[in-house]
């Protein structure tokens, strides 16, 4: 489409191109999300990857209060759209070989379909992290 000539016009201009064919050897992680991911990584200096999770509005925050202690839900602070296309890269990869087993094993213990999403999406974005920080290549577990 038009909308990713562009984005891979301006990577390539940015000299990026290399990272982004990186971050797409991660299973479920698409064009779209691995550009969003990369400009993502690129606009802040993180320490580590919680820092990036933090960015992208993905980290949890634990509400307290006398009623309900412990309920956790997403600080949502950041970036919106790329909260949107991790989502759909872990719906992606939840039905990959990779990751099948860590989805199901997630429901297996009781979350439901969308934290079992919001966990797999958090591994992935960490795992993206680690290959843009490291200059690292993607290496598949095999089981």
């Given at each position: 489409t038009l909308i990713e000539k562009t984005i891979n016009d301006q990577l390539k201009e940015a000299g990026l191109l290399g990272?982004?064919?990186r971050c797409?050897?991660?299973?479920?992680?698409g064009f779209l999300t691995g550009a969003r991911l990369l400009t993502a990584f690129h606009r802040?200096?993180?320490r580590n990857a919680d820092a990036f999770i933090a960015f992208l509005g993905m980290d949890l925050r634990v509400s307290k209060?006398?009623?309900k202690d412990g309920r956790?839900?997403?600080t949502k602070r950041g970036d919106p759209e790329?909260?949107?296309l991790l989502h759909n890269a872990a719906m992606s990869a939840s039905r990959t070989?990779?990751?099948k087993g860590f989805y199901q094993e997630q429901r297996n213990r009781g979350f439901s379909t969308t934290q079992a999403l919001v966990m797999?999406?958090?591994?992935l974005a960490r795992i993206v992290f680690a290959l843009l920080k490291g200059q690292s290549e993607y290496q598949p577990k095999t089981s």
């Open positions: 990272q982004l064919k797409l050897k991660v299973e479920g992680v802040g200096d993180f209060s006398w009623q956790r839900s997403l790329a909260r949107r070989e990779a990751w797999l999406a958090r591994k």
